[in-house]
Nanobody, 126 residues
């Protein structure tokens, strides 16, 4: 069974930092594009950051540029999201996602990600 499991979320004050991890099991994602999305209460899921299979290309939504960094890890934890200078508007459930194998572009839309984690809550308090 293929699974992605996010961790590292929590409650943090404005200006604080968190590092999200995405653990994988059931297959490797070394040739998959990977991304992070988030969903706040009452809102649609939105793109946050994405990274190519090699880690050589990244994309960010404008609101997190300069504050968040997506990076590739190893087979067990293929992707991270370092979040600095957090703001209340960053409060949401954060999801990691992976594409099928041999997807070499950076993907910023929910499709064609076909593997999703269950999400981890990030709450930024003011």
């Amino acid at each position: 069974q293929v699974q992605l499991v996010e961790s590292g979320g929590g409650l943090v004050q404005v200006g604080g930092s968190l590092r999200l991890s995405c653990a994988a099991s059931g297959r490797t994602f070394s040739s998959s594009a990977m991304g992070w999305f988030r969903q706040a209460p009452g809102k649609e899921r939105e793109f946050v950051a994405a990274i190519s299979w090699s880690g050589g290309s990244t994309r960010y939504t404008d609101s997190v540029k300069g504050r968040f960094t997506i990076s590739r890890g190893n087979a067990e934890t293929p992707v991270y999201l370092q979040m600095n200078s957090l703001k209340p508007e960053d409060t949401a459930v954060y999801y990691c996602a992976a594409t099928p194998a041999a997807y070499f572009q950076v993907i910023v839309t929910t499709t064609p990600y076909n593997y999703w984690g269950q999400g981890t809550q990030v709450t930024v308090s003011s």
